[in-house]
């Protein structure tokens, strides 16, 4: 199939979802064009509200809303959701509201829009909440069903979202499961090398740990598709066989899923390092791939980055 982004993705999702279910309502604040959420305000206007650019209120409306039984996907870009982080922690996670909060245009890899719109503390924020649920599909197809997922699932959840396109990576047999890291690639023996990607970049990871296993590379290779609740068994399994880990994030390099894995690991007390790949200071403005080459998130980067490890 085509490129998609996510964010597409969820547009599409959320529509075929509530055909079924009268309970879901949609969220925006003067980005609907961008959020992909147009159709469904065409589809179900008597469930669509437009905020305007006023996201402390759409989140507390949303929380609201969900104390009444609707289900709102609250949807607006990341760094803008993050931005009222107070109304997020004290309207969502302290009341445990069952609201779903829809990041996108996530990370560096939004391209030309610049640092002022590029999400990249979104996830070292939220995941300071005890209770919400934080997920960042690869494609589409995990974008779909992770979407369908936070819908009947009941508590605060968060969807992290990409601007720019994303290949797929998932045979059409592929099975969503919250909590549990996706193995891409698994090593063919002996002390391997341990990847976690999440978002955007797992492509490119998958590219590049393809071109170093026609040399022989032993590498383990998963998709973190959730970042909370991580999947700590996993980790610890295959921290325990692996000579090096590596994360890679379109996220900064503090408080997100390299962060998480190495919580782990310290936790257990395990002899492993834990290599942390990610956005170091802020974003820049530029085509996505352009982007993703200057801060290492092209499948040449990523596979320079491995060898060098």
Sequence with gaps: M????????????????????????????????????????????????????????????AAGMALGGKIPFAASFSCFLVGRYETVRMSVSY????????????????????????????????????????????????AKQAVAWAAEYVGPVYLRLTRQKLEDIHSPDYKFQMGKGDVLKSAKGGQAITIFATGGVVGNALKAVEEL???????????????????????????????????????????????????VVAGAGLPVKVHRHGVVEFGESGTPEGLYEKFGFSASKIKALIQSL
């Excluded at 969820?10 to 969220?27: D, K, R, S, W």
């Design 213 to 263: 296993e026609k040399s022989g590379a032993s590498i383990n290779l998963v998709n973190m598709h959730t970042i909370k609740p991580l999947d700590q068994e996993l980790v610890l399994k295959l921290a325990k066989n692996s000579r090096i880990i590596l994360t890679i994030e379109d996220h900064n390099i503090v408080g997100g899923l390299g962060s998480a894995v190495s919580e």
């Design 95 to 142: 009341s445990n509201t069952n609201v779903k909060l829809v990041g996108t245009h996530a990370g560096v890899g939004i391209g030309e829009d610049g640092n002022s719109q590029m999400g990249l503390e979104d996830i070292a924020l939220l995941r300071s909440l005890h209770n919400f649920v934080i997920l960042q599909p690869a494609d589409d197809l995990e």
């Design 2 to 61: 085509a490129a998609k982004a996510t964010r597409q993705s969820f547009g599409e999702a959320v529509v075929a979802l509530a055909e079924t279910n009268p309970n879901i309502v949609v969220m925006d604040a003067d980005l609907g064009k961008s959020t992909m959420t147009g159709a469904f305000m065409k589809k179900f206007p008597d469930r669509y509200f437009e905020f305007g650019i006023a996201e402390q209120n759409m989140i507390s409306t």
